[in-house]
């Protein structure tokens, strides 16, 4: 062993220097160069850093550099987040996405082109004017529907959710609301009036029927039966003809 050269290091260092810092790593653990200043310093770390991927040795585990456009990579060549001002692409980082991609600014990613999709019509509403369905001759009818799919910065923009045309109808009137609300307020009345009518007439009949039949009970149980009277039995004496 070197005079320079310890065995007690610490921080994950299994052989380490005064000057240079960890020479060597534990096991499992990666060794990568940090400069400061116009001097490196060899560390030991349990995962790369960002801008670094990991390369797994027999005989040692080290940081290698992503390239200088990626900020986070898997292998050298295989980006996973790029650095500002390039957009990620099938592990690359791109300048400019490829046609029929579009730049995401929120990911930083290529992504699909997605146009705007719209439900099918509603049925035309009934034909109204100023919000009325009578009163009139000639109104409008409506139909509408919904956005399904909103499109993204560079897809096809969505069409019109709602669609106006000129109707014709029967003329009616309309009935005042005061009026309409007054009539049906009478009708109520008079229908609760005839319904509590028939229910008073039909008390009445059952109470009189009741009182016709507990007089006649009452009736018979004070009359005294009448008793038979006997049978008389005929004379059949003989009737003398000598004299």
């Not at 690359?92 to 290529?110: F, Q, R, S, V």
């Not at 109104?139 to 109707?167: D, L, M, W, Y």
Request: contains cysteine; proline residues 5%; positive net charge.
């Amino acid at each position: 062993v070197h005079s320079n050269v310890s065995q007690g290091c610490q921080g994950g260092c299994a052989t380490c220097s005064d000057y240079n810092g960890c020479l060597s790593c534990k096991p499992r653990l990666f060794f990568v160069l940090e400069r400061i200043g116009m001097k490196q310093i060899g560390v030991c770390l349990s995962s790369c850093p960002s801008g670094y991927y990991g390369t797994r040795y027999p005989d040692i585990n080290k940081c290698a550099k992503c390239k200088a456009d990626c900020d986070t990579c898997f292998t050298r060549n295989f980006c996973t987040k790029c650095k500002s001002g390039f957009y990620l692409y099938s592990g690359k980082c791109l300048e400019k996405c490829p046609d029929g991609l579009e730049a995401n600014n929120h990911t930083m990613e290529c992504t699909s082109i997605v146009h705007c999709e719209a439900s099918e019509w509603s049925p035309w509403s009934p034909c109204t004017k100023k919000g009325k369905t009578c009163g009139f001759k000639r109104g409008n009818e409506v139909r509408v529907r919904e956005i399904v799919q909103h499109p993204s910065a560079r897809g096809n923009p969505c069409p019109a959710t709602s669609e106006s045309r000129k109707c014709i109808v029967q003329r009616k009137r309309c009935q005042k609301e005061g009026k309409g609300k007054k009539n049906r307020e009478e009708k109520r009345k008079k229908s609760s009036k005839e319904e509590s009518k028939e229910t008073k007439q039909e008390n009445k009949g059952r109470a009189a029927r009741r009182q016709n039949r507990e007089q006649r009970e009452n009736k018979n149980k004070t009359q005294p039966k009448k008793r038979k009277a006997p049978n008389k039995e005929p004379n059949t004496a003989p009737i003398d003809t000598a004299h």
